[in-house]
Structures are given as structure tokens and as C-alpha cells.
């Protein structure tokens, strides 16, 4: 079962009905307010390809140009700088916290924008296991202009939690030129994180999902996972599906040998195999520098 803190199980709610009541509690702090609070930055000054930085003690954000590619998309990015402590969740968090939410509604010259998610870590806190960053870190960001010709005028409004013992609801408002040649002054940090990503998983991957199979449990499910690997480096592996289920962290399973490593997952908000049947998962191994990530249909 999904355990938030009051506070978290709150916000979480508010992303669902599109944050009407998180724009209520959200607080926009700016950087050089962050003296008064006793909380010790330097105030950045706004350096060029970048927005300036928004935040409180817990963390801030920016956004920093990026290149344009051979195909006429730019690449932007955006940099969280998380305080000591503090961390912040990926698309699918765990136990409690938000993922972040997105909104480009008032972008201009802009045909299709997607955030890539860098494959998280797993930590633990008092309400349970969770999946995302800490301190310093990058969500690539991809746009096909409408005209490449012209530049594009980025707006985010962007809603996020960043939990230390309890979650804090973050918003802020970024906006970001892009011209149309790009900014190669950032690239090198975006591109870091876009390695990061995970790629997806075929046949001649060094890690991918071979059978998955749904077991009845008490009154829920478990779902048996079994990876094929090269390599006996250990795997981390999340679990994704429709939002109506919720996935423990996986176990890994004694039998796992040299070319095999096999997982039980503990499935949450089904009570029968008929539950899963039809239902598209997803699977994000992470193996040392490998990220892959693979969809699979529950027979």
C-alpha cells in the first residue's frame, strides 16, 4: 500500500485535479530572498543561456539553453540544485512524494516539447522507499520549433515536491530565449544527464525482461519478473503501470545466477489476475552505466 504523509498524500491529490490546490500552498521564493531566511547562498548573478534561479533553502531551479541538433530540434535543460539533505522525485516516486508536473501552455514557436527523466536512484526515509534525485541534477529538455527559422520563447510554470523529513510543494515560473542556432554554453551538462536517460531495451541488449508472470497472493498479487543479463553486476529495477496500481520495490529472487536475476514484486489496487491481464508495464533496469528501459503486455 502507497504510505504518504499527510502533507504529501495532499499535494499528490492536487496534481491529480491538475494542482488547483497546490497553486494555493505552493510558495515562489527568489533566490536573493534566501539571505533573509539565514539560508547561505551567493546571489547568482544571470548568466548568459540561463534563467536566474528560483528557490528557498530546500533547493532551486533554473533553466539553461542547449544546442540546436543537425535536425533542427534545441535542446534545453532543467537544473535543479537541491540542498544538503534534501531530494526530489522521479515519474514514478515510491512510497510517498510527487513527481514533478510540467506546464509550457504559454511557450511560443513551439511545435512539441518532451522532458526526458534520468533514470533515478532508490533511497529510504521514515515513510518508506522512494525514487529520485538528490543535490545537483538535469531533466533534458527537447523542442521542435514550429519555425526553426525563429526562436523560441520557452514559459514553464512547473509544480514539484523536495522532501527532507516532510514535502514542501515548489513552484516556479521560468522563462528562457532559445535562438535558433542554440547554445552550445550548456550542452555538455545536458548531454551528461541525457546519457542518463534510460534507451530502450531490444533483443540485443545486455539487460532485458524475458517473462513476466502474475501470481496470487493473500488478497493482492505478486509479479514475478525475469531478467536476461551479461553481466553479474548487480540491477536495480522500477516498476511501472496504470495509475491505479502501485508497485513495492522489487525482491530480488534466490535461483538468480550469472545469466539470469529474477524479481518478485508485491502489486497493489488489484485483487485478481483479470486486473493485470491487457495492462502495458514498463521495466527501467539500471546496471551500472546502463540504463534500459522496456514495455511489456501482461498475458
Known amino acids: 500500500?502507497?504510505?504518504?504523509?499527510?502533507?504529501?498524500?495532499?499535494?499528490?491529490?492536487?496534481?491529480?485535479?491538475?494542482?488547483?490546490?497546490?497553486?494555493?500552498?505552493?510558495?515562489?521564493?527568489?533566490?536573493?530572498?534566501?539571505?533573509?531566511s539565514g539560508f547561505a547562498w551567493a546571489t547568482p548573478s544571470l548568466a548568459e543561456?540561463?534563467?536566474?534561479?528560483e528557490g528557498d533553502k530546500s533547493g532551486r531551479v533554473r533553466l539553461i539553453a542547449g544546442a540546436r541538433m543537425p535536425d533542427g530540434k534545441l535542446f534545453a535543460g532543467l537544473e535543479f540544485d537541491l540542498a544538503e539533505g534534501?531530494?526530489?522525485?522521479?515519474?514514478?516516486?515510491?512510497?510517498?512524494?510527487?513527481?514533478?508536473?510540467?506546464?509550457?501552455?504559454?511557450?511560443?514557436?513551439?511545435?512539441?516539447?518532451?522532458?526526458?527523466?534520468?533514470?533515478p536512484s532508490r533511497f529510504k526515509d521514515k515513510f518508506g522507499w522512494n525514487n529520485g534525485y538528490k543535490?545537483?541534477?538535469?531533466?533534458?529538455?527537447?523542442?521542435?520549433?514550429?519555425?526553426?527559422?525563429?526562436?523560441?520563447?520557452?514559459?514553464?510554470l512547473m509544480y514539484y515536491g523536495v522532501c527532507e523529513e516532510l514535502c514542501i510543494p515548489g513552484k516556479a515560473n521560468l522563462s528562457l530565449t532559445l535562438p535558433p542556432e542554440?547554445?552550445?554554453?550548456?550542452?555538455?551538462?545536458?548531454?551528461?544527464?541525457?546519457?542518463?536517460?534510460?534507451?530502450?531495451?531490444?533483443?540485443?541488449?545486455?539487460?532485458?525482461?524475458?517473462?513476466v508472470s502474475v501470481e496470487k497472493a493473500g488478497e493482492g498479487l505478486n509479479l514475478d519478473v525475469t531478467l536476461e543479463k551479461r553481466s553479474s553486476e548487480p540491477?536495480?529495477?522500477?516498476?511501472?503501470?496504470?495509475?491505479?496500481?502501485?508497485?513495492?520495490?522489487?525482491?530480488?529472487q534466490a535461483g538468480s545466477d550469472h545469466g539470469k536475476s529474477r524479481f518478485r514484486i508485491v502489486v497493489d489496487g488489484a485483487e485478481t489476475k483479470a486486473d493485470?491481464?491487457?495492462?502495458?508495464?514498463?521495466?527501467?533496469?539500471?546496471?551500472?552505466?546502463?540504463?534500459?528501459?522496456?514495455?511489456?503486455?501482461?498475458?
Not at 543561456?49 to 534561479?53: C, E, I, L, M, Y
Not at 515510491?94 to 533514470?119: E, L, T
Not at 554554453?185 to 544527464?193: C, P, S
Not at 503501470?241 to 530480488?252: I, N, Q, R, T
Open 1 to 36: 500500500m502507497v504510505t504518504l504523509s499527510p502533507y504529501c498524500w495532499g499535494v499528490w491529490s492536487s496534481e491529480r485535479l491538475k494542482m488547483q490546490q497546490m497553486v494555493g500552498a505552493a510558495r515562489k521564493v527568489l533566490v536573493i530572498g534566501l539571505a533573509l
Open 235 to 252: 540491477i536495480t529495477l522500477f516498476v511501472e503501470g496504470p495509475s491505479a496500481l502501485y508497485f513495492d520495490v522489487p525482491k530480488k
Open 86 to 119: 534534501w531530494k526530489t522525485y522521479w515519474r514514478a516516486p515510491g512510497d510517498s512524494g510527487v513527481p514533478s508536473v510540467f506546464r509550457w501552455d504559454k511557450s511560443k514557436n513551439v511545435q512539441s516539447i518532451k522532458v526526458h527523466w534520468p533514470a
Open 182 to 211: 542554440g547554445y552550445s554554453g550548456h550542452q555538455a551538462l545536458i548531454g551528461r544527464y541525457l546519457q542518463m536517460v534510460p534507451k530502450p531495451a531490444d533483443k540485443d541488449s545486455a539487460v532485458q525482461v524475458s517473462a
Open 276 to 299: 493485470l491481464k491487457g495492462k502495458e508495464l514498463k521495466f527501467t533496469a539500471v546496471q551500472g552505466q546502463l540504463r534500459l528501459e522496456q514495455t511489456w503486455r501482461v498475458d
Open 135 to 156: 543535490k545537483d541534477f538535469v531533466f533534458p529538455i527537447e523542442i521542435q520549433p514550429k519555425n526553426p527559422d525563429d526562436p523560441v520563447q520557452l514559459e514553464l
Open 49 to 53: 543561456g540561463a534563467t536566474s534561479w
